[in-house]
């Protein structure tokens, strides 16, 4: 962060943008392609699940009107449109709700912005699956880096919104490895990246998953595009954005740190890190929906038997979740309808009709919520404990530690495949869903990206 002359590089930019602009001729290991693949998978399926909700049909019908070069296709319509138009749409719809991946440590959604814009460009630019898959994972790795660079405190306390910040880096550096730039231009994507950066967490205030979708995904996605094309459009930029008087650390960072930037490159893959839900719902209501249906499912419970709940949280983030106005983010009523249905699903928890519903709201009227500060440091993150007393007298009880999805506790193959067919069948079809997820999970044998076009369109 120290001043330099206009013509020195600090390390961290230097490493970096040689990092970056040697990507697409850098083999990954081969848990760190599998994992991309599956990560892909999810967001592809995140896309088209949520091209149906009210952010991706309002995304879609917004970059449609406009129009431009056929560069892009928007999943899950007939759009071809130029890539920051496809970025911005398919990066709104892959957070059009909760159903998206996640990664804990750089506090973001990493695949609603990152997946989006590397997609974009592969199609632009003629790329083979292999390179989409090396810039994706690369795509992570910069962008849960510079979060963590920053050194931003709580999550209800932070003044400025990782789950924006992260994908727009994420977003430039997967771009800017398609378009094959040199270390330069690397550095030049990085600078408009930076002039970019943006993001208030008040999206906790959005009632209808919009705004927040356009701040979690088609703003980041967007943005990473945009720098990338400005540069190999010719635009020249500052070479350097993380060190001089005015930098990316003095400007957001809290308790700043820029070696983080380059920590483990190439041998420290965040992607590792990464989680994909099993439940389609906020983040923190991973834990409590494992207690709840583990409880469910052990004891044969059934909603008329319970006479109160109780589910304790950590305190950093029990802020996010608390009697929310949106189905799928809200703690009371998903554990409400849990335990009414004896589970949740990807159509239950969007069905705004069932906040309503006089049985769903009894049983929400039993839970009551206690913020925890000891789970907020319990090691693995995001625990819940859910407790049930009994209509018959007994105490039942789940500590859900390693909530399912996370590295800690991962879903297998066969978990994150049948759960990317029941998102995108409804979309495309059965039978084209099928083909889509054998086509992503064997992507290095894609010699073209744009031949998943014709699997992306409705």
Same mark, same amino acid.
């Given at each position: 962060m120290h001043e330099q002359s206009a013509n020195e590089i600090s390390h961290?930019?230097?490493?970096?943008?040689?990092?970056?602009? #040697?990507? @697409?001729?850098?083999?990954?290991?081969?848990?760190? %392609?599998?994992?991309?693949?599956?990560?892909?998978?999810?967001?592809?399926?995140?896309?088209?699940?949520?091209?149906?909700? *009210?952010? #991706?049909?309002?995304?879609?019908?917004?970059?449609?009107?406009?129009?431009?070069? %056929?560069?892009?296709?928007?999943?899950?319509?007939?759009?071809?449109?130029? +890539?920051?138009?496809?970025?911005?749409?398919?990066?709104?719809?892959?957070?059009?709700?909760?159903?998206?991946?996640?990664?804990?440590? =750089?506090?973001?959604?990493? =695949?609603?912005?990152?997946?989006?814009?590397?997609?974009?460009? %592969?199609?632009q630019q003629d790329r083979s699956g292999q390179d989409l898959l090396r810039a994706v994972a690369l795509g992570y790795d910069i962008g849960a880096r510079t979060t963590m660079a920053l050194g931003f405190s709580r999550p209800d306390t932070v003044r400025h919104s990782t789950h924006s910040l992260g994908p727009a880096f994420g977003a430039a550096a997967a771009a800017a490895a398609l378009f094959r730039f040199d270390a330069t231009r690397v550095r030049h994507v990085l600078s408009y990246a930076t002039q970019q950066a943006s993001g208030v967490p008040f999206w906790q205030r959005d009632k209808e998953h919009v705004e927040k979708a356009f701040d979690f995904g088609g703003m980041g996605a967007r943005n990473g595009v945009a720098a990338a094309t400005m540069v190999a459009a010719g635009f020249s930029a500052v070479d350097d954005p993380f060190s001089g008087k005015h930098n990316l650390f003095t400007a957001f960072g809290e308790k700043p740190n820029p070696s983080r930037l380059t920590e483990g490159l190439g041998s420290h893959f965040e992607i590792m890190r990464a989680s994909i839900k099993k439940w389609c719902v906020g983040s923190p209501i991973q834990a409590v929906l494992d207690a709840t249906t583990t409880l469910i499912e052990t004891n044969d419970l059934r909603a008329e038997q319970v006479r109160r709940v109780i589910i304790t949280m950590p305190d950093d *983030?029990?802020?996010?979740?608390?009697?929310?106005?949106?189905?799928?983010?809200?703690?009371?009523? /998903?554990?409400? /309808?849990? @335990?009414?249905? =004896?589970?949740?699903?990807?159509?239950?928890?969007?069905?705004?009709?069932?906040?309503?519903?006089?049985?769903?709201?009894?049983?929400?009227?039993?839970?009551?919520? !206690?913020?925890?500060?000891?789970?907020?440091? $319990?090691?693995?993150?995001?625990?819940?404990? !859910?407790?049930?007393?009994?209509?018959?007298?007994?105490?039942?009880?789940?500590?859900?530690? $390693?909530?399912? #999805?996370?590295?800690?506790?991962?879903?297998? #193959?066969?978990?994150?495949?049948?759960?990317?067919?029941?998102?995108?069948?409804?979309?495309?079809?059965?039978? *084209?869903?099928?083909? /889509?997820?054998?086509?992503?999970?064997?992507?290095?044998?894609?010699?073209? !990206?744009?031949?998943?076009?014709?699997?992306? +369109? +409705?």
């Open positions: 961290e930019a230097s490493v970096l943008s040689e990092y970056i602009a #040697g990507t @697409l001729d850098r083999d990954i290991p081969r848990d760190v %392609a599998l994992k991309t693949k599956q990560h892909i998978l999810d967001t592809i399926a995140a896309i088209l699940s949520g091209s149906r909700l *009210r952010a #991706g049909r309002l995304a879609a019908a917004y970059v449609g009107s406009f129009g431009g070069n %056929a560069e892009a296709a928007v999943l899950g319509t007939s759009l071809v449109l130029p +890539a920051t138009s496809a970025a911005l749409a398919n990066g709104m719809a892959g957070h059009a709700d909760e159903t998206d991946d996640s990664h804990l440590a =750089g506090r973001f959604h990493p =695949g609603c912005g990152i997946i989006p814009a590397a997609l974009a460009i %592969a199609e *983030r029990i802020h996010i979740v608390d009697n929310r106005t949106m189905p799928d983010v809200c703690v009371q009523h /998903l554990a409400a /309808l849990a @335990l009414v249905d =004896g589970t949740v699903t990807f159509e239950s928890c969007h069905d705004r009709e069932r906040m309503n519903d006089p049985t769903v709201m009894a049983i929400r009227r039993l839970i009551e919520l !206690v913020p925890s500060a000891e789970l907020t440091i $319990a090691t693995p993150a995001r625990q819940a404990i !859910v407790e049930i007393e009994t209509t018959d007298g007994r105490h039942l009880r789940h500590h859900a530690k $390693a909530v399912r #999805g996370t590295p800690e506790n991962p879903m297998d #193959g066969s978990e994150i495949e049948a759960k990317a067919l029941d998102l995108m069948k409804p979309v495309i079809g059965s039978d *084209r869903a099928t083909e /889509l997820i054998h086509k992503v999970l064997r992507l290095d044998d894609l010699t073209n !990206v744009r031949d998943l076009r014709r699997l992306f +369109a +409705a």
